[in-house]
């Protein structure tokens, strides 16, 4: 069964930085897109940013320039760099990914991992 499994959420002090993991496993031909979405208490999941196979990347506006995706089609991974986080990119943050597996695509979501910017 496809999974994703994201990794390096926790507590950052606001002006830090950090790096969440997203790996794909089960049974993967090819992955497509990937994505890094999040949701803040009490408002809905916005797009973070998206990045292609070949590596072509989206951000959400707010995001731009503070935030960087990246993968590795190797590993099946994708990454989010996060630079000088605020209070308010405290959140959820989910992984999305377009997988091709067993002949079939399919959309699938990470269970997400906590990022919290506090002082």
């Known amino acids: 069964q496809v999974q994703l499994v994201e990794s390096g959420g926790g507590l950052v002090q606001p002006g830090g930085s950090l790096r969440l993991s997203c790996a794909a496993s089960g049974g993967i031909f090819r992955i497509n897109s990937m994505a890094w979405y999040r949701q803040a208490p009490g408002k809905q999941r916005e797009l973070v940013a998206a990045i292609t196979r070949g590596g072509s990347t989206n951000y959400t506006d707010s995001m731009k320039g503070r935030f960087t995706i990246s993968r590795d089609n190797a590993k099946n991974t994708v990454y989010l760099q996060m630079n000088s986080l605020k209070p308010e990119d405290t959140a959820v943050y989910s992984c999305?990914?377009?997988?091709?597996?067993?002949?079939?695509?399919?959309?699938?979501w990470g269970q997400g991992t906590l990022v919290t910017v506090s002082s």
């Open positions: 999305n990914a377009d997988i091709n597996t067993r002949g079939r695509w399919v959309e699938v």
